[in-house]
């Protein structure tokens, strides 16, 4: 009896161990054993044909490698506004912007019409653009060639497109009342892109006009003569102490200073009284529109005629400014 319990444990212990064994080399690869149907397993090279010639034939995605300069920006964002940091990314003193070359569309004015409000200080926060007056539904065109990368609603700058362009440019167009493109479609200099509007954080019908340089807002004149709608020059050379000392927050916060000295100035122009001078008002135009236009508030235009701040003017109606 005794010798029977003992043989059933010696098989019970091998049959474990084997089982151990098998569980032990899961993979037909570290099994042992040379059997037809493993070897025929570990030789087949079929799906390794398969891959490769799937990756041969693949086609790269066009918006990872062909958008605008690629080789700049690190991603192409169509949600997000500005999702650039100047500072990590200009890494030299100074950069040659190209603005034009032979063989593309060159440039275009994005609306003629006159300045109503520069780059600066302007209400107690900083304005990163140029404004440009126009009136509701006039065509706004792309300024230089490039690939729409924002094309929809974006807070303060109401219905707004972004272009970014081969030279790293990239301009910015806000207050649109439509937009006429998609993110990824490209577009030449000259297309028409959308409609002026008053839509966003604006007060009276204009266009909202930026040029940005790895998210950095440059001053748009620099580049531009608004005035004869021209470029000044071809080739713009910006250097990293530029933007410390013109275009920056700190920068701009100055240049308001200067403007103040320049509005005092023109106040003592028109003389103490405050009387100031009259100006015709034009089809479209608001208090704030013409405040904008004439460097000075609305408050201060209101006290000078007796206005409340809902009056609702007439065009050629004349008033104090």
């Known amino acids: 009896m005794l010798r029977r319990f003992t043989y059933c444990c010696v098989l019970a212990i091998a049959f474990l161990s084997v089982g151990a064994k098998s569980y032990a080399y899961p993979d037909d690869k570290t099994k042992p054993g040379d059997d037809k149907k493993s070897k025929a397993k570990k030789d087949d090279t079929t799906k390794l044909v398969i891959c490769e010639e799937q990756l041969l034939n693949e086609t790269p995605d066009s918006t990872l ?3 605008p300069s690629h080789d700049l920006y690190s991603t192409w964002d169509t949600n997000v506004v500005h999702p650039y940091n100047f500072y ?3 890494k030299q003193d100074s950069v040659v912007l190209t603005l034009t070359q ?7 004015m994005p609306f003629k019409g006159p300045v109503t409000s520069e780059f600066g200080w302007r209400r107690y926060r900083p304005h990163f653009g140029t404004d440009i007056d126009l009136e509701t539904g006039d065509q706004v065109v792309a300024a230089f060639d490039g690939m729409v990368r924002i094309a929809k609603s ?8 972004i272009l970014r362009h081969n030279n790293g440019l990239e301009t910015v167009y806000g207050h649109l009342s439509e937009i006429l493109v998609e993110p990824g479609q490209t577009v030449k200099a000259g297309t028409l892109i959308g409609l002026g509007g008053n839509t966003g954080r604006s ?8 040029i940005r340089y790895l998210g950095q807002a440059l001053d748009a004149q620099d580049f531009i003569d608004f005035e004869n709608g021209v470029l000044k020059k071809n080739d713009f050379v ?3 102490s530029d933007v410390e000392n013109k275009y920056d927050l700190r920068a701009t916060h100055t240049r308001h200073k200067r403007d103040i000295g320049l509005a005092r100035a023109e106040y003592k122009k028109y003389g103490k009284n405050g009387k100031g001078r009259f100006v015709k008002v034009r089809k479209g135009d608001t208090l704030a529109k013409i405040a904008r236009r004439n460097k000075t508030t609305v408050k201060a235009i209101c006290r000078k005629n007796g206005f409340k701040t809902s009056k609702k003017l007439k065009a050629g109606q004349r008033i104090r400014v």
């Open 65 to 67: 490698v062909l958008f």
């Open 88 to 90: 990590e990314s200009f």
């Open 102 to 108: 032979e063989g593309d569309g060159g440039f275009s």
């Open 154 to 161: 974006c807070n303060g700058y109401g219905n707004c497109v």
């Open 203 to 210: 007060y009276g019908s204009h266009l909202h006009f930026e």
């Open 238 to 240: 910006l250097h990293k």
